[in-house]
């Protein structure tokens, strides 16, 4: 497609329920990563993947998170049991594999945990 | 690890006011650097970029210069607009590739 495309746009979910969040990255983007931004608040390193391996999944809050990539292409996280704070936006954004390339980010997901 | 610190906001200033927003940076190769822009109700999109030390960037008239003495990369403008008023991100990224790590943010407010 032309862009990073992310769904939902919102999610309200009620708090224990597992959400599910879905990235399609720009096509020959080999690189995706997964942030959060929660309000007021800078970028919280999620997870990267390369291809469908991910190198780094450092930035995993807990347990109940953790995603996936399927055929080099679309990337779902997903929230289990979900609680309140993990309410913010959750943005995506892909990339060439190279440090040069810059990141293109999608709309991101804005879930509120009720 | 990796990190980027950037100098915090919010930022106010009055239209026309010169711009410098501080940026520094730890990282154990010789990463690229990039400024992000989001502004008000819309998604992250790269200013501009540096890919090695010297290195100047620029667009929209903002610049930042790629500092490897001072690990620095200072986004600065000559004369803001109204329209300038966003949320700007300083990151870095490894030269392998990997993750792109971003600074907390920056609010600024340009007033009439």
């Known amino acids: 497609g032309a862009g990073v495309s992310q769904s939902p746009s919102n999610k309200v979910t009620e708090k224990g329920k597992d959400v599910e969040l879905r990235c399609d990255p720009i096509?020959?983007?080999?690189?995706l990563y997964w942030y959060r931004q929660s309000l007021g608040q800078g970028l919280e390193f999620l997870i990267y993947?390369?291809?469908?391996?991910?190198?780094?999944k450092s930035g995993l809050p807990s347990d109940r998170f953790s995603a996936e990539r399927t055929g080099g292409s679309v990337s779902t996280l997903t929230i289990q049991r979900t609680q309140q704070e993990d309410s913010a936006v959750y943005l995506c954004?892909?990339?060439?594999?190279?440090?040069?390339?810059?990141?293109?980010f999608g709309q991101g997901t804005r879930l509120t945990v009720v | 690890g990796d990190s980027v610190t950037q100098m915090e906001g919010p930022v106010t200033l009055s239209e026309e006011a010169f711009l410098t927003i501080n940026c520094t940076y730890t990282a154990t190769g010789y990463p690229s650097l990039f400024w992000y822009v989001q502004y008000p109700g819309e998604g992250l999109q790269l200013l501009l970029k540096a890919t090695k030390a010297d290195d100047k960037g620029s667009n929209k008239g903002f610049e930042a210069t790629y500092r490897k003495e001072t690990t620095s990369f200072h986004l600065e403008k000559g004369s803001v607009q109204v329209s300038d008023s966003a949320v700007y991100f300083c990151?870095?990224?490894?030269?392998?590739?990997?993750?792109?790590?971003f600074g907390q943010g920056t609010e600024l407010s340009v007033k009439p």
């Open positions: 954004a892909s990339s060439t594999l190279t440090g040069l390339g810059e990141a293109f």
């Open positions: 096509s020959g983007h080999t690189a």
């Open positions: 990151a870095l990224r490894d030269n392998q590739g990997g993750k792109l790590i």
């Open positions: 993947f390369q291809g469908n391996s991910a190198p780094d």
